[in-house]
């Protein structure tokens, strides 16, 4: 008798997942469902791996269905096909990320939000990212690269994946919250690591609070990541107040499209200045609560990513000593054209180091995808997807099966000089459309910085440079990339 019913309900099981995928298709051709009982996040969590895009997509297309902690998720990785969905952003499709990420970021996280708000936010904040906020924003990266570089060398053996998040959230910190504000002196960056890391767990997981679950332990998190941003938010009101008139000033550099280079980066306004500064055009600001959401998701997008990166890249160089070569003198000639002082000008010349980054992006992209949801039925690849479809605009099936990269040598091995001189590659790392990555301008900028930093003068070892990588919820290296950084005549 249990037999039957456990028979019976499999096959209903399979009658509606036969009747699911028939949803969502055109002219009668049924969306392929090659994995209609797995769900990406637990297979890759089961696996360690991340499935071959390229095989699924040679055996299905580039559309299929999956899940995605349980949601059911149609997987696109056409390039023509991911800028459709992401420039039909508001209009076909809207952003639509997992109930953990919404409740982790908050109401007014950057990523949650839609429409006026959402626009309002985003134009005020990119106050803070224009080329010539970046260009102010140097000589501080430098400088806080070249005391990592000095500390990772005196000290040995390091792990390189929590350093780069070290460099990262520093530089993240002091340019968005200014220094002094508690959160990167020796005792408070420990705890705020590791408080970062049970909220990181919470981000993607299942959103159900009962005390225990990885959910749970991140909203505590968030609460407690909320108490430092009030409190450095307190701080900066404070500040302005007794500055008296800078909101005035502040507000001319926002509306002239950042904040003015400073010689030595002391003075250097930072971001959250400008936004507590910044008036919509009827003259209203930023509440506190969408201040402090909006400093979470910068502080979240703007140091995870650009430092999982970063160990990516040096696992590249590691097996391509012929880069590194080609790095070091590529810095060479930058130093003797420019001098020390890494400007803009020394940054355009650094053409090698651009192409190494974006090509370890392409090769190894840290972030799965976009999700998203269709605001109204349209046609992708050929298939009527349905309003109310979601989709997830799968990074790495778009990167690595694009036929323009497919039509050169060895499409998937790291080669920097592909980027070399002009070229047309299917290339979207940091999305694009209005949802563009706010940060990418300054995430090159501080990668590129860094290399610079390493590459002029020293030598970079990894340990264990096949180590394997964890890629939920975020990608990173299981043992944390054991590394060594020496000077270059001690390692000669
Ligand atoms: C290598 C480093 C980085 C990568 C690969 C990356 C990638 C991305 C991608 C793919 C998106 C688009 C998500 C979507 O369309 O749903 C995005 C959005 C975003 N990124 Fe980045 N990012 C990086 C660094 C940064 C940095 C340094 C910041 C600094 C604050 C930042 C801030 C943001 C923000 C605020 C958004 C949301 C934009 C919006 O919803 O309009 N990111 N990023």
């Given at each position: 008798m249990v037999a039957l019913v456990v028979v019976v309900l499999l096959l209903a099981m399979a009658a509606a997942v036969f009747v699911a995928t028939q949803r969502g298709t055109g002219s009668g051709a049924a969306i392929p469902n090659p994995k209609p009982f797995s769900d990406l996040v637990f297979e890759v969590t089961l696996t360690g791996g991340f499935p071959n895009m390229v095989k699924l997509h040679a055996a299905h297309g580039p559309v299929f269905w999956w899940r995605l902690l349980g949601r059911r998720m149609l997987m696109v990785g056409s390039y023509e096909a991911a800028k459709q969905l992401l420039m039909g952003e508001g209009t076909l499709?809207?952003?639509?990320?997992?109930?953990?990420?919404?409740?982790?970021?908050?109401?007014?996280?950057?990523?949650?939000?839609?429409?006026?708000?959402?626009?309002?936010?985003?134009?005020?904040?990119?106050?803070?990212?224009?080329?010539?906020?970046?260009?102010?924003?140097?000589?501080?990266?430098?400088?806080?690269?070249?005391?990592?570089?000095?500390?990772?060398?005196?000290?040995?053996?390091?792990?390189?994946?929590?350093?780069?998040?070290?460099?990262?959230?520093?530089?993240?910190?002091?340019?968005?919250?200014?220094?002094?504000?508690?959160?990167?002196?020796?005792?408070?960056?420990?705890?705020?690591?590791?408080?970062?890391?049970?909220?990181?767990?919470?981000?993607?997981?299942?959103?159900?609070?009962?005390?225990?679950?990885?959910?749970?332990?991140?909203?505590?998190?968030?609460?407690?990541?909320?108490?430092?941003?009030?409190?450095?938010?307190?701080?900066?009101?404070?500040?302005?107040?007794?500055?008296?008139?800078?909101?005035?000033?502040?507000?001319g550099d926002a509306a002239a499209g950042g904040p003015a280079p400073a010689s030595n980066g002391a003075e250097q306004p930072i971001l959250m200045e400008l936004l507590m500064a910044s008036r919509d055009e009827r003259g209203e600001g930023l509440t506190r609560d969408q201040l402090a959401d909006t400093v979470l998701t910068l502080l979240f997008a703007g140091h995870d990513t650009s430092s999982t990166t970063l160990v990516r890249i040096f696992q590249h160089l590691h097996a391509h000593p012929e880069a590194v070569t080609r790095l070091r003198q590529e810095q060479a000639e930058v130093v003797v054209k420019h001098g020390t002082a890494i400007t803009?000008?020394?940054l355009a010349d650094m053409q090698y180091a651009d192409g190494a980054l974006r090509e370890a992006m392409r090769v190894t992209p840290i972030i799965a995808g976009f999700p998203r949801i269709a605001l109204k039925d349209f046609e992708l690849c050929g298939y009527t997807i349905?309003?109310?479809?979601?989709?997830?605009?799968?990074?790495?099936?778009?990167?690595?099966?694009?036929?323009?990269?497919?039509?050169?040598?060895?499409?998937?091995?790291?080669?920097?000089?592909?980027?070399?001189?002009?070229?047309?590659?299917?290339?979207?790392?940091?999305?694009?459309?209005?949802?563009?990555?706010?940060?990418?301008?300054?995430?090159?900028?501080?990668?590129?910085?860094?290399?610079?930093?390493?590459?002029?003068?020293?030598?970079?070892?990894?340990?264990?440079?096949?180590?394997?990588?964890?890629?939920?919820?975020?990608?990173?290296p299981k043992h944390g990339m054991p590394a060594r950084i020496t000077e270059a005549e001690a390692a000669a």
């Open positions: 499709v809207r952003a639509d990320y997992p109930p953990s990420v919404k409740q982790m970021l908050g109401p007014w996280g950057m990523v949650n939000i839609h429409g006026k708000s959402y626009t309002r936010i985003k134009r005020l904040a990119q106050a803070g990212f224009t080329p010539k906020a970046i260009r102010g924003y140097l000589p501080r990266i430098q400088a806080i690269a070249e005391e990592g570089v000095q500390r990772w060398a005196a000290e040995g053996d390091i792990l390189a994946y929590p350093e780069m998040k070290w460099y990262t959230f520093r530089v993240a910190v002091e340019l968005f919250l200014g220094v002094g504000t508690g959160w990167t002196g020796p005792q408070d960056f420990p705890a705020v690591s590791a408080t970062f890391a049970t909220w990181l767990e919470g981000l993607f997981s299942f959103p159900v609070a009962i005390p225990g679950t990885a959910f749970a332990r991140g909203l505590k998190a968030r609460d407690e990541l909320m108490r430092r941003i009030h409190a450095s938010l307190e701080l900066l009101e404070q500040r302005r107040a007794a500055k008296g008139s800078s909101d005035d000033a502040a507000r803009e000008a020394a349905p309003a109310g479809t979601r989709l997830q605009c799968s990074l790495q099936h778009t990167l690595h099966t694009d036929s323009r990269w497919q039509a050169e040598d060895d499409p998937l091995a790291f080669k920097p000089e592909r980027w070399l001189g002009q070229r047309d590659g299917a290339w979207i790392p940091f999305g694009g459309g209005p949802r563009l990555c706010l940060g990418w301008l300054m995430a090159m900028v501080e990668m590129k910085v860094l290399l610079a930093a390493i590459f002029r003068g020293h030598v970079l070892t990894l340990q264990e440079p096949n180590e394997p990588w964890m890629l939920f919820p975020l990608a990173r």
